[in-house]
């Protein structure tokens, strides 16, 4: 009824659930999805994006959700741009603690990849008028960040939807751009 988006992230029997907007809430179930807790409010004025707003190893669950919300026309339409906040429980979802990751209110589709303490984010920006697409990371299972770094820079008209895989130091990033020629966006009758 609040109309978020939802995620979902496993770690052994442990079952995590994300949904919602505003609050973004919380819900674990340790019996593999037989039985859920009640749900928590973890990001209390954000919204959740589409995909991977959850992940968890171990005792380790973040939480990816937008905040600062602002609304800016691209070639397309009017898209919700915000900031990224990372919920992180080290304590398989006990307690929350957040940290801002931007400040510009350019994001808006993003991946989070966990492995071990590494924690990895990629995300499309809009904050320089043009889609780029940006990267962040932890070593410490979130505690501190790295500092952002421009992956793909603007030049295509679409520099979109970025997904980031991870296995032990090996970090896989992909990304929708028209280089190919054909119309920005596949969706629609170009």
């Known amino acids: 009824g609040n109309n978020g988006d939802g995620d979902i992230a496993v770690s052994g029997e442990t079952v995590h659930v994300v949904y919602g907007a505003s609050p973004v809430s ?14 928590r409010a973890v990001v209390p004025s954000g919204v959740l994006h589409e995909t ?27 898209r919700e741009l915000g900031d990224l906040v990372l919920a992180r429980s080290i304590d398989n979802g006990e307690q929350w603690t957040s940290t801002t990751l931007t400040t510009d209110r350019g994001a808006f589709r993003y991946s989070l990849a966990v492995s071990g303490p590494h924690v990895h984010i990629v995300w499309s920006d809009f904050r320089s008028g043009d889609w780029q697409i940006y990267y962040r990371a932890s070593h410490d299972s979130g505690e501190t960040w790295r500092r952002e770094r421009l992956l793909v ?22 990304w929708m751009d028209n280089r190919d020629g054909n119309g920005r966006c596949y969706t629609l009758p170009h």
Request: net charge negative.
């Open 52 to 78: 991977d707003a959850i992940e968890a190893d171990g005792q380790n669950v973040f939480v990816l959700a937008m905040v600062n919300r602002r609304t800016a026309r691209d070639w397309c339409c009017a």
């Open 153 to 174: 820079p603007s030049g295509l008209e679409e520099n979109n939807r970025p997904q980031i895989a991870v296995n032990g130091a090996a970090i896989h990033v992909v």
């Open 26 to 39: 919380y819900r674990r179930s340790d019996d593999n999805g037989d039985h859920f807790g009640e749900p």
